[in-house]
């Protein structure tokens, strides 16, 4: 019997969770805060430790074994608060070859180096490690689902008319985000989850760390990869934003600082950066090895840049990276689902650009191009064809996946398949 909490939205994490369980001792579910995580192993726990609980951490302290108990799998929820737990997780799966005992939950990773030095194994074949995202639209229902990746893959015929969405409907999701807490609440409140986050990592989450950060620099920082997000730059780019666009006091002209504080922000999970693809490509040292930069949901981008829905209405080059950001986390959901990666792609002679590169498991690939209006469709699919034209190994589909269209088909002159965001599933 699990502890699943009333109006529980099932999650795609939860059937690799699962199948996790029946294979490992313990299973460690990392993401972002509020994305869900504790939800979700409460769905597949029979007991649970809540460790941000005063009598439990003291417990902890004293000896870890003295907060596990026989009801398996036990849940042991912001588990790095008290880092030993780790060793003793594994000490105990080792203790038996049983499967499924514990399930950990946590927010950050292990940032002061007093806490990393608490851990003394990997937890290497004991403890599974598993990556939570913020909701896709399939998860949150605002996707039909009528289209799968699995699909495409398999080279299925389809025209199929789904009705269209508005483009204010899109811009909504955007704002809304992927937070399980946003569903529920009036579309005039959406800004108020990601614009809480934020400031709760600026105002308790860096105070956590032994190093004295610049909170105010950090704030400039995550707005420049707002204004950067679903682009490609690097380091220097981004202190030459923020030296734009603050005074002289603000400057953060540090290398080592930024990478610092980027480092702070991977360890927050706040950071989903895309890794580029060079495989199969006729000529490999054209191909650009920058990441594209995201933040772990569009809505957090909105939130450092101030936006809402009319502001985005009125600003559609914004409105355009956001809804790329808004596909890619769905993409990248949908592709750990089904055990692949997402990468982008870009010929830096060129300048040949493909959005999105799904690889599968077996290896085999697709493309992906994103377009937020019908009208680029056009563009979209010629550019796929010159992608084509360029690999030695092909993709196994191509596709280009658009915010405002009305039907799901495939091209018949070129098979590339034109999907709406609100119709796909994996």
Request: net charge negative; aromatic share 8%.
């Amino acid at each position: 019997m699990s502890l699943t909490e009333k109006g529980y939205k099932k999650r795609l994490i939860d059937d690799k969770l699962k199948r996790y369980l029946n294979v490992f001792g313990a299973v460690s579910i990392e993401g972002p805060k509020w994305c869900g995580k504790t939800w979700t192993a409460l769905n597949h726990s029979n007991s649970v430790s809540y460790v941000t609980e005063t009598s439990v951490k003291k417990l902890a302290l004293i000896n870890p074994k003295n907060i596990f108990n026989e009801k398996r799998p036990q849940l042991i929820d912001e588990w790095q608060i008290v880092p030993s737990i780790w060793d003793s997780v594994r000490h105990e799966c080792d203790r038996s070859h049983e499967t499924g005992k514990f399930i950990l939950t946590g927010s950050t990773t292990l940032m002061k180096e007093k806490q990393r030095e608490e851990i003394h194994h990997s937890g290497a074949g004991r403890i599974a490690r598993l990556k939570m995202h913020t909701m896709s639209l399939y998860e949150s229902g605002d996707s039909t689902g009528d289209i799968s990746i699995t699909q495409m893959l398999e080279n299925i015929d389809i025209n199929k008319n789904v009705g269209e969405v508005e483009l204010k409907e899109i811009a909504n999701l955007i704002i809304r985000g992927g937070w399980p807490e946003s569903l529920n609440i009036n579309k005039k409140d959406y800004t108020l989850i990601p614009k809480s986050y934020i400031e709760a990592i600026l105002n308790i989450d860096i105070d956590k760390e032994e190093k004295i950060r610049d909170k105010n620099k950090i704030k400039m920082l995550l707005k420049s990869l707002s204004r950067n997000e679903s682009t490609i730059v690097n380091n220097k780019t981004i202190i030459k934003d923020i030296e734009e666009n603050e005074t002289s006091d603000d400057i953060l002209s540090s290398r080592t600082t930024l990478i610092d504080y980027l480092d702070l922000l991977e360890r927050l999970y706040l950071i989903e950066n895309q890794e580029s693809y060079s495989l199969n490509y006729r000529s490999p040292e054209r191909v650009g090895k920058s990441v594209k930069r995201h933040l772990a949901d569009p809505s957090l981008a909105c939130a450092c840049l101030g936006l809402n829905v009319d502001k985005l209405m009125k600003d559609l080059n914004t409105f355009g990276f956001l809804f790329e950001a808004l596909v890619e986390r769905d993409l990248r959901v949908y592709m750990e689902y089904l055990d692949g990666n997402i990468y982008h792609f870009r010929d830096n002679i060129t300048g040949l650009e493909v959005d999105s590169i799904l690889e599968f498991e077996d290896g085999e690939y697709a493309a992906v191009e994103i377009k937020l209006g019908y009208n680029e469709v056009d563009e979209a699919i010629k550019n796929l064809q010159l992608f084509y034209s360029n690999m030695v190994k092909k993709p196994k589909f191509m596709c280009v996946i658009v915010g405002v269209c009305q039907a799901i088909y495939k091209d018949p002159n070129t098979g590339i398949y034109v999907v709406p965001i609100t119709a796909l599933m994996p």
